[in-house]
């Protein structure tokens, strides 16, 4: 009786330890939603814990999404991993407690293998991507997708009230907050639109569905709240990217 029982503690001892690190050996790879969407990561990411005993979750690629691995076209710092159609996919590992397992993963992607199992990777008999590694990336101006025009409009509807946005709005905007013309002179104004929810001020009124958290009930928004879909977000985006940079005689010091 005694003797089972002291065995029953080492195997749930054993099962706690073998659990501790199985979480340790474990990483997040957020990839632009398109990969998920084809089921390359799916492909991929179990060919890779098989031979590394490393497990994976997958993830889309957004603004704190707290990953170890990030793939997309415009993930900054990254190095080129594979091709699908004209767009060049790059991979880094984020800094944290799991760079090194972050980082295996990257050179079992460059290698042979990995670089394979991208090839290999044809859902209707047609391969979908292409390996990369090692090519050369010409930086190339953000890619924005999404209709400009539209941009346009849901601007002025969604900043409008605030911001010049353009020259439809010109004398309007409240005179202490940077026009976009402004905004676009900086080198990562694409990185700011996206993800200009998280920046204040506009947390505390704004809204995007499925992605930011409701309002605290006890801290209702002090202004009327701007609600603004994620495609919403890239359609003005797309309207950004063609507003020229303000021509300014000074360099910019806005922060
Ligand atoms: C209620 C007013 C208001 C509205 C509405 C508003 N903004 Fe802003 N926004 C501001 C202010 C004020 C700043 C400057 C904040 C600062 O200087 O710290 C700003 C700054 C920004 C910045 C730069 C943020 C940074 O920290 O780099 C971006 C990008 C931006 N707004 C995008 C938008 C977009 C896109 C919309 C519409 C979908 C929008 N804003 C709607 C008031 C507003």
Same mark, same amino acid.
């Given at each position: 009786?005694?003797?089972?029982?002291r065995?029953? =503690?080492?195997?749930?001892?054993?099962l706690?330890?073998?659990?501790?690190?199985?979480?340790?050996?474990?990483i997040?790879? $957020?990839? /632009?939603?398109?990969?998920?969407?084809?089921?390359?990561?799916?492909?991929?990411?179990?060919?890779?814990?098989?031979?590394?005993?490393?497990?994976?979750?997958?993830?889309? =690629?957004?603004?704190?999404?707290?990953? !170890?691995?990030?793939?997309?076209?415009?993930? /900054?710092?990254?190095?080129?991993?594979?091709?699908?159609? /004209?767009?060049?996919?790059?991979?880094?590992?984020?800094?944290?407690?799991?760079?090194? =397992?972050?980082?295996?993963?990257?050179?079992?992607?460059?290698?042979?293998?990995?670089?394979?199992?991208v090839?290999? *990777?044809?859902?209707?008999?047609?391969?979908?991507?292409?390996?990369?590694?090692g090519?050369?990336?010409?930086?190339?101006?953000?890619?924005?997708?999404?209709?400009?025009?539209?941009?346009?409009?849901?601007?002025?509807?969604h900043?409008?009230?605030?911001?010049?946005?353009?020259p439809?709005?010109?004398? $309007?905007?409240?005179?202490?907050?940077?026009?976009?013309?402004?905004?676009?002179?900086l080198? !990562?104004?694409?990185?700011?639109?996206?993800?200009?929810?998280?920046?204040?001020?506009?947390?505390? *009124?704004?809204q995007?569905?499925?992605?930011?958290?409701?309002?605290?009930?006890?801290?209702?928004?002090?202004?009327?709240?701007?609600?603004?879909?994620?495609? !919403?977000?890239?359609?003005?985006?797309?309207?950004?990217?063609?507003?020229?940079?303000? !021509? =300014?005689?000074?360099?910019?010091?806005?922060?």
């Amino acid at each position: 009786m005694a003797i089972r029982w002291r065995l029953g =503690l080492a195997a749930m001892f054993m099962l706690a330890v073998a659990g501790a690190q199985a979480q340790e050996r474990h990483i997040t790879v $957020a990839a /632009d939603p398109e990969l998920i969407g084809s089921g390359l990561l799916k492909h991929m990411l179990p060919r890779f814990s098989l031979k590394t005993g490393i497990r994976t979750t997958p993830a889309p =690629l957004e603004p704190g999404a707290g990953a !170890d691995v990030l793939i997309g076209p415009a993930v /900054d710092g990254g190095r080129p991993v594979f091709r699908g159609g /004209d767009i060049v996919y790059l991979a880094r590992a984020a800094e944290g407690p799991r760079t090194a =397992l972050a980082e295996r993963f990257l050179d079992w992607l460059a290698s042979d293998i990995g670089q394979r199992t991208v090839a290999s *990777f044809a859902p209707d008999g047609k391969p979908l991507y292409e390996p990369a590694a090692g090519a050369r990336v010409e930086v190339k101006a953000p890619t924005v997708t999404g209709d400009a025009m539209a941009g346009e409009r849901l601007s002025l509807v969604h900043c409008g009230r605030c911001h010049v946005v353009g020259p439809k709005n010109r004398m $309007a905007g409240i005179g202490s907050t940077p026009s976009f013309a402004v905004l676009r002179t900086l080198g !990562d104004w694409e990185r700011r639109f996206r993800a200009f929810f998280t920046l204040n001020p506009h947390p505390a *009124f704004t809204q995007v569905p499925g992605v930011t958290p409701p309002f605290d009930e006890a801290r209702p928004p002090p202004i009327a709240p701007l609600e603004i879909t994620q495609g !919403d977000l890239d359609a003005i985006l797309a309207y950004v990217a063609s507003v020229a940079p303000a !021509d =300014l005689a000074e360099p910019l010091k806005y922060e």
